[in-house]
T-cell receptor, first 113, second 112 residues
């Protein structure tokens, strides 16, 4: 399975943008890039996913490098509620293996007031 | 629309006891999974199901059984609890592809 690499921790100030990087140099053509976050004492929460093009939704934006070997999750204005562990996950959409999410240790985002 | 419901939220078991962690979803999702999360670690897949009547093992299946008799329910059975199974357990469901997983709020299990 292709692996992802994320920084262990990052810090941001409230109301500033946050760019969370993820490297996935061995990504395959059928891997979608998924992002989840886990707030303290809660289950993971789906944030966004994409394949090749940049994606936007109400929670965040996902910028994918042209060679797809890296991606960046962008929170446009961080709030205290965005403090969480953020996981970058590759989900293989090939039938037979697209059921699973392989979680790493993620990036712990601290948001300062 | 309740999403993914897990019961109980907390449980203490004695070594050797058995129990079933319940998971139910009302979104008609085909995919369901069980994960465990140990302190300071990411989630690890225990068992998964791609539809009613179909289950398979994940990364850490030993000591756990599952069944999927309906689309809605995916219970996880601990056959003979061991202290190494002390963990937080999360159930999740998803449509087949191209959609994110919805997770339950977790069951915190302690085996003494």
């Amino acid at each position: 399975d292709a692996k992802t690499t994320q920084p262990n921790s990052m810090e941001s100030n409230e109301e500033e943008p946050v760019h969370l990087p993820c490297n996935h140099s061995t990504i395959s053509g059928t891997d979608y890039i998924h992002w989840y976050r886990q707030l303290p004492s809660q289950g993971p929460e789906y944030v966004i996913h994409g394949l090749t093009s940049n994606v936007n939704n109400r929670m965040a934006s996902l910028a994918i490098a042209e060679d797809r070997k890296s991606s960046t999750l962008i929170l446009h204005r961080a709030t205290l509620r965005d403090a969480a562990v953020y996981y970058c996950i590759l989900r293989d959409e090939v039938k037979g293996s697209n059921y699973k999410l392989t979680f790493g240790k993620g990036t712990l985002l601290t948001v300062n007031p | 629309n309740a999403g993914v419901t897990q019961t109980p939220k907390f449980q203490v078991l004695k070594t050797g006891q058995s129990m079933t962690l319940q998971c139910a979803q009302d979104m008609n999702h085909e995919y369901m999974s069980w994960y465990r999360q140990d302190p300071g670690m990411g989630l690890r897949l225990i068992h998964y199901s791609v539809g009613a009547g179909i289950t398979d093992q994940g990364e850490v299946p030993n000591g756990y059984n599952v069944s999927r008799s309906t689309t809605e329910d995916f219970p996880l059975r601990l056959l003979s609890a061991a202290p190494s199974q002390t963990s937080v357990y999360f159930c999740a469901s998803s449509r087949t592809s191209l959609f994110g997983y919805t997770f339950g709020s977790g069951t915190r299990l302690t085996v003494v």
